[in-house]
């Protein structure tokens, strides 16, 4: 009786819960069913290594991008705890300014090395050339991509989820029919996947900035509201933030460098790993939801001040997690084939492969899911450094590590049984970050 107390709580939590998580959750699940669809095109074209290659430039620039803004955003939703409209109207107009200039670092970089760039990830010289078209127009997206972001979280932390999700349903709908117009239609090919990537990422940008002046949102103002910043703001900030950065630059890049591991493997290998993680990120969505869910239902509490309830909270996410680890793994268990038959994968082996990748990988969104409540809560309470060691350090002291001693020295040549070996690094992260929750560090408000 004393573990369903600890671990469920009554029907208005699950609700507010529900309220904020739900819209979430559906908007990512738009979000990679589009990048599902825009997989189950590139394999029309051959094209899954090449746009999966050029998008891990992406990946990188979108992990910085996140660093910034949720740092940031952990003083916008205390600051809207708080009622203190200005310095949150701030808050947003820096992270606005910050991705901004993380994203045109990245243009100019794909400039500059270009095929260099694109050669960490894999030496196939046709999928490296076919991955240049695709990302010298694909590029232009990063800036709209980072204000989006931007955007996103602002209205997660105002609890308005609802509007990303109407958003992204249009958007979404958009790039598939751009997609079809411009790689099939027009006959474009790769270009045309880049070109709809661009014009549907500018939409969504657009129609998030109207929408915000016309609503007149707490966090939106005028253009000095927004970007007239005392230096000391932005210092009292980003002493808590680049902590963050760091970690999501560190985080992306070693995610990148599990690429480039598996890509030492051959084509047909990183085509499977493609398809299997890319229905993977569909269940992501859950993970990616309780995530933004709790770190906004944590913060709120935390800039209140209310610092017991914000704890009870931590636990109810737990007992949540722990019943949609169980539902995610049994579903792709069992669907993982009826999925798979969507692609245009003909040799046995390579089904069979991508069946068995989908089905390792549904451990890893287990242990994610535990792992993200931990995050959310050493976000919230401005436990950054911590939670730097806790997801970067053991992402390169273990997963890396071990991952690239499988398959360099050990020559262990089964993708399957090296991302089931490399786990560990999750479980570890599990271990640790309990007991970071127990010292109560983390439970103190930022403004």
Known sequence: MLFFKKYFSNVTFYKRTGLIMFPIAIQSIITSISSFIDTMMASQIDCISAIGTALQIDALMQGIAFGIAAGINIFIVQYFGA????????SFGL???????????????????NKQLLGIFIQNEIVIANALEYIEIACFSYIFTSLVLSFTFAYHSVQKTYIPLLISIITTVLHIFFNQLFMFQLCFGIKGAAISLLLSQAISFILYLLYSIISHQPFIGSIFELFKIPFSFIKRIYIKVIPLIINETLFSV???LFIVAYGLLGKNVMDCYYIGNQIVNVFYTIVNAMSDASTSMIGLELGKENYNYAEKEVNYFFGMTGILSCIIIIALLLFAPQIIKLFEVQSPKQIHLAIAIIRVLSIRIAFRLFNVVIFSALRAGGDSKYLTFLDSVILWGIGLVSTFFMICLLHIDNIVIIILVSQIEQL?????????LKTKKWLHALV
């Open 428 to 436: 570890v992260r599990l271990i640790l970050g309990m007991k970071r």
């Open 254 to 256: 070693g995610n990148s």
């Open 95 to 113: 992270s606005l300014i910050s991705v901004t200039f993380n994203a045109l670092f990245w243009i100019v970089l794909v400039f500059i090395l």
């Open 83 to 90: 009622n203190d409209y200005q310095n949150m109207k701030r």
